[in-house]
Each structure stands twice: as structure tokens, then as C-alpha cells.
């Protein structure tokens, strides 16, 4: 156990400490382009956040730059005079965006609503200066259709990727993703029956003081070794220190 936590551990510190570059959330160069400039859209990362719920992430952090296309611009001033109406057809029109879009779209739309009233237009503000992780989650839960899991790996994804400094990492979690999920029961870290709390718990008494750092190494092994099926052992740099429990 000592010797998984301290690999994990490891590759997560590694791949924090990695420099800067463009995160490809959707793999759409333009689109990935258009959702990493914080400074321009930091609106646009929060609705890509929100749309990142039941439906393929890649799809859903398309949206807001399908969006942006539609518009031929993205500026809040613009956004702040959509109406929900409007929206909706943004959402459908020709072709669906999202699984859901209507309630998509009145998600969108209180968001908008709420970086109005709460930021002054300026989204930026939930992360500026430098606040605690748990001011950071915090506000996004306050985002109407934002829960934990979402607002978590958006303090993740902030802190991680896009390297928005905080004054600590303390309430960032670990994803309860599929990779990692798997990845966790086979090194043994958690039981086969695990529910995402323990997931989550787990992963808080490994790593207090930021738990969300073993995401990025559980769901790398869980993506390209620790595949469903029969695992690739032998190729995994867990396999020494791994009971392989399936
Ligand atoms: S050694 Fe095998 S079972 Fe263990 S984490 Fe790697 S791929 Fe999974």
C-alpha cells in the first residue's frame, strides 16, 4: 500500500509540476484554443463545465464553442442578452448540442444570469486571487445544475491544467471516474463493491492534502494499461508494487 501510495503520489507531483500548454479538452485545436483563454472566456470554461454532465466530455466542452461560432463571438455583454428562448434554439438548432438541451439551456441561461449578478460579468473572479480550494468549489456549486463532482474537477482541472494558482488543494477530489475507479479496486486500494465515497474517502486518506492529485495517474494506468477486460501488466509501471486484483 505504501509503495502504490507513493507512485501515485509521484506521478501525480510530476505531472503538476509539468509547464503550461494548451489542455485538449475537446481535441478540436480552434475549440481547445478558445475554452484555454481564461482571460478572454473565463465564461466560457464555466459553461463547459455545467454542459459536462451526461454526455461524452469531449462533446459537451464543445458546446460553448459551437456557441461561439453561431454567435460569431462569445463576449458576456453578448451572452447576458440571450434569452432563454434564444438559447434553447442555440442549443437545437439545426442539430442538438447536448442530450438534454433544454435543461441544458436553463442552465446556461441561470448561469449567465448568476456571472451577471454575482461577478460582475466577470467570471474570472470565482478563482482570481488566489483563494482557498474549498472558496473555489464552493462557488461553483452555487451554479444552479453544477454538483460536487463537476465543481471538483473544475478546481481540478483550474489548479492542474491550467495552473490557476490556490492557496491550497485541500478540497479538490479525486473524479469517481470509470478508469479510476477501476484502477483503485486493482491495486487494492479500495473494495470491488466500492461506491464512489469510498472512492473519494480513499483517495482523501492517501493524499490529504490534495486528493485530487492521484486523478490524473489513476485514470492514465485505468485508460491505457488497467483496461476493462484483461489488464496489460506488463507494460503498467504499477506492476511491481500491484496485487492485481481482478
Ligand atoms: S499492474 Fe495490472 S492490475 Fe495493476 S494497475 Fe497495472 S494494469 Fe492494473
Known amino acids: 500500500m505504501k509503495k502504490i501510495r507513493k507512485i501515485l503520489i509521484e506521478k ?21 484554443r478558445f475554452l484555454n483563454n481564461l482571460d478572454k472566456y473565463p465564461h466560457a470554461f464555466v459553461l463547459a463545465c455545467l454542459a459536462d454532465q451526461q454526455m461524452k466530455a469531449e462533446k459537451a466542452w464543445l458546446i460553448p464553442y459551437e456557441i461561439y461560432k453561431k454567435l460569431g463571438g462569445f463576449s458576456f455583454r453578448r451572452l447576458k442578452r440571450l434569452t432563454i428562448g434564444e438559447i434553447n434554439r442555440l442549443m437545437t438548432k439545426p442539430d442538438k448540442l447536448h442530450h438534454y438541451p433544454k ?3 436553463k442552465y446556461i441561461y441561470a448561469a ?22 474549498a472558496q473555489i468549489v464552493l462557488r461553483f456549486i452555487l451554479f444552479r445544475g453544477m454538483g460536487i463532482k463537476i465543481a471538483t474537477m473544475a478546481a481540478n482541472i483550474l489548479a492542474r491544467d491550467l495552473k490557476v494558482p490556490m492557496r491550497d488543494h485541500y478540497s479538490i477530489d479525486i473524479s469517481p471516474d470509470r478508469h479510476v475507479k477501476r ?31 492521484l486523478d490524473y495517474p489513476a485514470y492514465t494506468i485505468g485508460k491505457n494499461w488497467c483496461r476493462p477486460g484483461k489488464p496489460l501488466c506488463d507494460e503498467c509501471h504499477m506492476t511491481n508494487a500491484c496485487p492485481k486484483i481482478y
Open 12 to 32: 501525480g507531483r510530476e505531472h503538476f509540476r509539468k509547464r503550461k500548454r494548451i489542455y485538449p479538452f475537446t481535441k478540436v485545436a480552434a475549440a481547445d
Open 103 to 105: 435543461k441544458m439551456s
Open 112 to 133: 449567465i444570469k448568476h456571472i451577471s449578478e454575482k461577478y460582475n460579468g466577470d467570471a474570472s473572479l470565482i478563482w482570481r486571487n488566489r483563494p482557498s480550494s
Open 183 to 213: 484502477t483503485f479496486k486493482r491495486l487494492g486500494l479500495i473494495t470491488p463493491q466500492a461506491t464512489n465515497e469510498e472512492l473519494i474517502y480513499c483517495a482523501r486518506a492517501l493524499h490529504p492534502e490534495f486528493p485530487g492529485l
